[in-house]
């Protein structure tokens, strides 16, 4: 992992600073990361989402929240991506076997974003994973904490 995610703590006072953060954050990814989002309703977990898979050259007009679907898979030139929303589902493990989290995680190339990822409280991930917490809604300043752990 980069340094850049050791821990780092940021704070973004506009949404176009959390975009920035997640392009940020994505120019640095090469491929196997798992990122873990948590925050509230509005935190701005898919706007940092669009800014990571912006920098990974994907179209954000094409980037929406998974709320209903669970999962969206973007596929780039380089790998694919999933982008995991856990609101919906209830805590636990059953919350990774709805998604097909284990099959999700056996392509080592693939880049896999879950938000509401504290509901994944029992999986243990294999290596290294990227949490990154955000905190603030409405036009509140945003702090975000992103911490490398295994």
Known sequence: MPAFFMTSTYTTATPEDTFALGEEIGASLTGGEVLLLSGGLG?????????????????????????FTLVNLYKTEARDIYHIDLWRLDDGRSSASAVGLEEILDDAEAIVIIEWAEKLKDFHFPGKFLRIMIEGDGEDPRKIVVSSES
């Open 43 to 67: 935190a701005g977990k898919t706007l940092l989402t669009k800014g990571i898979l912006n920098a990974l050259d994907y179209d954000v007009e094409e980037v929406t929240s998974p709320s």
